[in-house]
Structure formats: structure tokens, C-alpha cells
């Protein structure tokens, strides 16, 4: 899975990779860097792996970016990527939405913002049982300039609230509604409530957020409590100064002055050169204000009040499904934005890839080749030419039948063998006779003779299967449990004053 991000950095220019990990799998993620043929092509960026200390597969994703290994290699803004994402929208449109929305304008005195990709589970992908989370966003302010059709801005809104589904039905469970404060109603007259989408774990974050994280160490999660957090401060009154974001955006007096002395610069740029006459597309008669006379002077009240600290937006991209423009016209294809993190998952989207047009094609995606040259394919075998992938060195025997399946490298499947709709992954052996539907094999497993496996068994990694066995919906071969510190972090519900005012029908 480690290619596709990859290749994804590599169409988007993105060069300075590193690739965090536990130790416990450091050494196989070098091994097949170096040895892998397609993680070790020259048109691939080359990632530096981290193994930090302190690193489990059950560490949380925020907690991740608290570990001082990784916070000395972030000396600027940051992307983050999963290392299970299929994405085929380009990462530069994504960069450039939020260099021109939330990056800021240098020398301004406004912070940078932040931005998420979300994509809806309900599609022709759909697999039943898929995570989802519960995101709010609110409508951003309709450009003066129309968007271009390639842009990215109809489709972008602001975070005001993110979570997930499971938290959002405990709090229904446990209040019998879900309250709404009255803060976030003023501040955004029209909200939009999400509960089929699905966190993309696509960020594009300042610089100050890694500031934002220290400051709150109960932070676990980066799409829960990162992102949710942040969302809220924009709008609830009181949690500015509880998250510690007074202190990030009120630095001490000297830096604020170097930083008054640059907008000072900044604004002397201004006065000499007239910007509004260097547009192209909209010029508009600015006409300087009368200057407002001074209010009178209170005895009484000689103290002005605190500006409220201006907290910048997290934006959210959220990709369309498929549509159509009218009745009679065939869906418009949108981008692929996908995880896969579950076997149906990837047995879904393997099918899918695999029907996708060799190359060229649209989709950046799609493979070269459907049969690889080095493949062996006896005669008198039948295998669907337009969504069937079979690897390098694999050996399909004869009175063969494959529809629908995709076939890894160095497999040997062996006589009167049917697949359909199944993965089945590199160095695997199926033996004579098989019937299998909708199954993953592991690799380096073997499917003993006669075998009839039915939809949605899987065949454990290094397993072999008995001669003649029958099922359906079973796993087949042991697997690794968890480490013992699962369920050990903090839990959400113990920040108690911050959840009771998240919580909260009205501002108090």
C-alpha cells in the first residue's frame, strides 16, 4: 500500500518524504524500499524512514506528532498522509486551495489556517460497515471572482464541529439529543451536519499546530481532537484561553514588535505601489473613509476592553460523489479518494483498480499492463481481459477460469481453478480444483486441493488450507493479537470541563 502515497507525492512534486513507523516494523519497510521493484523506481521519491521510541502501532495519531523525533524534523507547514490511501485527485490542486484560502499572504498579520479532505462512503464503493465521522461545517462566503471549473473552491467549506460517528451516538444515547450551543448558531447562521463522510486523513497544517498540540497533551487524536477542538474555538466562547491558543497568537512583547515592524514594512509596500490597479479581473472604486472621530473620554472608564483572539478556520475539502447533470447523461466521474484499513475494503477497491483501462487512462491509477509479460498463462484457459491483474512470474494452469480477481506475483494457481472476485496476494499457491468467490488470500499461503471457498472468507498471511475444505465468511489461520497497552490512553470523557462545556444547550 506504501506505493500509492507515495507515487501521489511523486505527481504532486512532493520530495521531502518521511515515513513514520513503529520499530517492530522499521526493518521490513527498509527491506522493501531497497528491494521492492516498484518502491525502488527512479521516477519514486525516496522517503526517510523514523522509527522514534516510544512509537506503537497503538500510539495516537497526535500523540505521534508530540514525539520530539518527530517535531525536530517539522521546521514549516506540513502535509500528512495515511500509508493506506488511494487518491488519484492531484496534490497540487489540494496545495493550491490552501495556499490561496488558509496559507495566509505574506507579511499579513493573520495566522495561517489549516485543511482536511473528507469523501462520502455512499458510492458505488460502498462496503457495508465502513467507518464514517461526524463532521459540521458551515458555508465560507461566496467569492467576488467565479471559480474556475478546475478549481476546488465550490466543494470547500469551514470545520465547525468533527467527530466521530461512534462518539456522536453516545452522546445521543446519553442526552437523547445531541445539543447545539447557541455560540455556534450566532457565529454561523446555516450549518451543514455530515454523518455518511468519511476523514480522508489528508492535513495540510501550519506550522503553529504543532504549538497547539503540546499545549493540550491530552490530545490523542488528530481528526477528533486536533481538528475538533480547533473548530470549536472559532466559535464557543471561553476555549480560547483553555486550549492554550492566547498564548500562540499572543506572542511576548518583543516578538510582537518585530512582527508590528514587518506589517509596518508590509503596509509602506503598500502605499507606494497601487495594487487594486494590477488586477485583471476585478477593479473597484476604493474611496478612503473620513477618518472616525475619537469617543469621548470616560472618567469612570479609563480601561478598554480585550480583543478577542481571531482563531483562523479549519477548511474542509469535501469530495463529490459521482453525479449527473441530467437524467439522460451518464455520471460525471469524480477523482478516486479512498482508505483502505479493512480486508472488504481492500477486496472492493483491488476489484475496482483492476477494471480500470490499462494506460494511458484517465485515472493515474490504472496499470500498465493487465497480464504481466512474465506471467505464464497455459492454454485453454479463460481470464476476463478487462478487470483481471495478474503479476510478475505467475503461473495460471490450464482449464483455468479468473473473472473479476486480481492474481499477485510469483502465484502458482493450479488446473480447473475458478476465481471470481477475488485478491490473491504474492506467492501464493491454489491447487487444482478450487472454486473460489469473493475471497483474499494472504501471501505465502496455500489453498489445498479442492478447497470451495464463498464470499468474504480470508486466508490468513503464511496459512495453508487443508484439501477440501468448505466455507464461507471465515477467517482461515491465526492472526497477531493486540499489544497489551491497547485501551490503556486517556480517554476523551476525562478532560471534564472541557467536554461539560462542549456539551453544554446554551454559552452560560
Request: overall charge negative; glycine content about 8%.
Amino acid at each position: 500500500m506504501i506505493w500509492y502515497p507515495l507515487d501521489w507525492c511523486r505527481r504532486a512534486n512532493i520530495t521531502r518524504i518521511t515515513l513514520v513507523t513503529p520499530t517492530s516494523s522499521c526493518k521490513a519497510i527498509e527491506d522493501a524500499l531497497s528491494r521492492n521493484p516498484h518502491l525502488t523506481s527512479p521516477e519514486l521519491p525516496r522517503p526517510e524512514v523514523l522509527a522514534p521510541s516510544g512509537l506503537s502501532q497503538n500510539t495516537g495519531t497526535a500523540e505521534i506528532l508530540r514525539l520530539p523525533d518527530v517535531q525536530s524534523i517539522i521546521t514549516g507547514h506540513f502535509l500528512i498522509l495515511p500509508c493506506d490511501l488511494l487518491c488519484d485527485l492531484p496534490g497540487e490542486r489540494l496545495l493550491e486551495t490552501w495556499m490561496i484560502h488558509a496559507a495566509g499572504m505574506v507579511g499579513s498579520s493573520a495566522a495561517a489556517g489549516g485543511l482536511g479532505v473528507w469523501y462520502p462512503t455512499r458510492s458505488k464503493l460502498a462496503v457495508k460497515g465502513e467507518e464514517t465521522n461526524f463532521l459540521t461545517t458551515a458555508q465560507l462566503p461566496h467569492p467576488t471572482v467565479p471559480s474556475s471549473p478546475e478549481s476546488l473552491r465550490p466543494n470547500l467549506s469551514e470545520v465547525v464541529y468533527s467527530s466521530t460517528t461512534d462518539t456522536l451516538n453516545d452522546i445521543i444515547k446519553s442526552q437523547k439529543a445531541f445539543p447545539i450551543r447557541h455560540g455556534l448558531l450566532r457565529k454561523h447562521g446555516k450549518i451543514r451536519m455530515l454523518t455518511t463522510t468519511r476523514d480522508a486523513h489528508i492535513y495540510l497544517f501550519p506550522y503553529w499546530t504543532l504549538d497547539f498540540i503540546n499545549q493540550n497533551p491530552k490530545f490523542d487524536s488528530i481528526s477528533e481532537d486536533v481538528v475538533g477542538w480547533w473548530a470549536k474555538a472559532t466559535w464557543q466562547d471561553g476555549l480560547v484561553p483553555k486550549l492554550g491558543l492566547e498564548h500562540i497568537f499572543s506572542p511576548p512583547s518583543s516578538q510582537a514588535k518585530g512582527n508590528s515592524e514587518a506589517n509596518q514594512s508590509y503596509n509602506d509596500i503598500d502605499q507606494d505601489v497601487d495594487i487594486t490597479s494590477l488586477s485583471t479581473t476585478h477593479i473597484s472604486n476604493l474611496l478612503t473613509p473620513p477618518p472616525t472621530p475619537p469617543a469621548p473620554s470616560s472618567p469612570t472608564n479609563t480601561t478598554s476592553p480585550k480583543p478577542k483572539t481571531a482563531i483562523p478556520p479549519f477548511l474542509c475539502y469535501l469530495h463529490p460523489a459521482s453525479s449527473s447533470s441530467s437524467s439522460s447523461s451518464p455520471p460525471q466521474q469524480q477523482p478516486l479518494i479512498r482508505r483502505v484499513d479493512t480486508i472488504p475494503l481492500l477486496l472492493t477497491l483491488s476489484l475496482h483498480l483492476a477494471s480500470l483501462p490499462p494506460s494511458p487512462s484517465p485515472s493515474p491509477l490504472a496499470t500498465k499492463q493487465k497480464i504481466h509479460p512474465t506471467a505464464t498463462i497455459a492454454p485453454r484457459t479463460t481470464i476476463s481481459a478487462s478487470d483481471v491483474l495478474v503479476g510478475a512470474n505467475t503461473t495460471v494452469n490450464q482449464f483455468t477460469t479468473i473473472k473479476n480477481s486480481v492474481v499477485g506475483a510469483n502465484c502458482v494457481v493450479g488446473p480447473n481453478v475458478r476465481l471470481t472476485r477475488c485478491v490473491i496476494m504474492d506467492d501464493v499457491e491454489v491447487g487444482e480444483r478450487c472454486q473460489l468467490t469473493g475471497c483474499v488470500v494472504g501471501w505465502r499461503s496455500k489453498v489445498g486441493k479442492g478447497c470451495k471457498l464463498g464470499e468474504g472468507s480470508e486466508v490468513a498471511p503464511g496459512y495453508a488450507v487443508e484439501e477440501g475444505v468448505e466455507g464461507a465468511g471465515e477467517l482461515l489461520g491465526g492472526f497477531e493479537g493486540l499489544d497489551e497497552d491497547v485501551g490503556s490512553g486517556d480517554e476523551g470523557g476525562e478532560d471534564g470541563d472541557m467536554e461539560g462545556d462542549d456539551t453544554a444547550p446554551d454559552d452560560g
